[in-house]
C-alpha cells in the first residue's frame, strides 16, 4: 500500500482506482485517506469489502471532506 501511494502522489494522472476485496482495514484506509489528502488527481475510488470499521470510515470521511477532485465513491 505504501508504494501505491507514492504513486498517487507522484503520478497525478491516476484517475481511477479500485481496492475492492482486499483487506485493507482500518490501517490500510486510514493511509489511503492521507494520500487522498495529498496531491492525488482520484475521480474514481473503488472501497467496497476492504474489511473497514468505523475508524477507517472517519478517517475515509474526513479525507473525502478536504478532497475536490474523486467524483465517484463506490
Same mark, same amino acid.
Given at each position: /500500500?505504501?508504494?501505491?501511494? $507514492?504513486?498517487?502522489?507522484?503520478? $497525478?494522472? /491516476?484517475?481511477?482506482?479500485?481496492?475492492?476485496?482486499?483487506? /485493507? +482495514?482500518?490501517? +490500510?484506509? %486510514?493511509?489511503?485517506?492521507? %494520500?487522498?489528502?495529498?496531491?492525488?488527481?482520484?475521480?474514481?475510488? %473503488?472501497?467496497?469489502? #476492504?474489511?473497514?470499521?468505523?475508524?477507517?470510515?472517519?478517517?475515509?470521511?474526513? %479525507?473525502?471532506?478536504?478532497?475536490?477532485?474523486?467524483? #465517484?465513491? #463506490?
Amino acid at each position: /500500500l505504501a508504494l501505491l501511494v $507514492r504513486t498517487m502522489e507522484h503520478h $497525478r494522472g /491516476l484517475q481511477s482506482l479500485t481496492l475492492s476485496h482486499h483487506g /485493507l +482495514g482500518d490501517e +490500510g484506509a %486510514a493511509v489511503l485517506a492521507n %494520500a487522498l489528502c495529498g496531491r492525488c488527481n482520484l475521480r474514481f475510488l %473503488a472501497v467496497r469489502n #476492504i474489511n473497514m470499521g468505523p475508524a477507517g470510515a472517519r478517517a475515509l470521511a474526513a %479525507a473525502l471532506h478536504r478532497n475536490r477532485s474523486l467524483q #465517484i465513491l #463506490i
